[in-house]
């Protein structure tokens, strides 16, 4: 068995590690590619950059090599030259000017103000959508005719419940004594004992 495993090289010290976002930010700016912070954090997320993540006492942030920041500029430059060089004209757009060079010019119609608007024409799509939202509203009418005639019969119930109440406590208090009276009745008995 052997005990000496040498270690894998490390392919970048954290001393490379040295740009911020804003900093990449910038560098993309420079070079012609400007990016937003969030996007270079996608970058990072995604590994297009070399990047380490780091923990600040204000939370997480992310520390880039500037080789791996000029690698992905490189690619960009690479893989989109169209999209990023607006020298360059597009050749379907130049063929098909090319092929209606030879129409001819299409007079201009002029519109005066005193033409009237068209009457908007109803599609039959429409007026089955129309159709569902106004069997909708009645349907949503009638239920709050209900819930209406629902709530005044529970308002009706509760002033008759009221009613019954107040008349039960008219007919209970000479058999239980009203609190006045028991309080007269204390005060009468003290008297009587003094």
């Known amino acids: 068995m052997i005990d000496d495993l040498s270690r894998p090289v490390a392919t970048t010290s954290d001393s490379e590690y040295t740009l911020t976002i804003d900093e990449a930010a910038e ?3 420079h070079a ?3 990016r937003t912070p969030r996007s270079i954090q996608r970058y990072c997320a995604k590994g297009h950059l070399d990047c380490r993540r780091i923990e600040t006492q204000f939370g997480e942030k992310y520390l ?3 080789a791996s920041v000029s690698k992905h500029i490189a690619y960009i430059e690479e893989v989109r030259p169209v999209a990023t060089s607006p020298d360059m004209s597009r050749h379907v757009a130049t063929t098909v000017v090319a ?3 030879h129409e001819e010019p299409r007079p201009v119609a002029s519109t005066s103000p005193d033409l009237s ?6 599609s039959p799509d429409m007026s089955r959508h129309v159709a569902r939202v106004e069997s909708e509203n009645e349907f949503l009418r009638k239920q709050i005719g209900v819930k209406d005639d629902q709530i005044k019969d529970l308002t009706e119930r509760a002033r008759e419940t009221n009613h019954l109440i107040a008349g ?5 208090s000479p058999l239980l004594g009203s ?4 309080e007269e ?3 009468v008995d003290h008297q009587s004992i003094a």
């Open 27 to 29: 560098r993309y700016d």
């Open 32 to 34: 012609g590619h400007p």
């Open 64 to 66: 880039i090599t500037p």
């Open 99 to 101: 092929e209606n060079k």
């Open 117 to 122: 608007r068209p009457v908007a024409t109803e």
């Open 168 to 172: 039960l406590q008219r007919m209970l």
């Open 179 to 182: 609190p006045e009276r028991r």
């Open 185 to 187: 009745g204390k005060t």
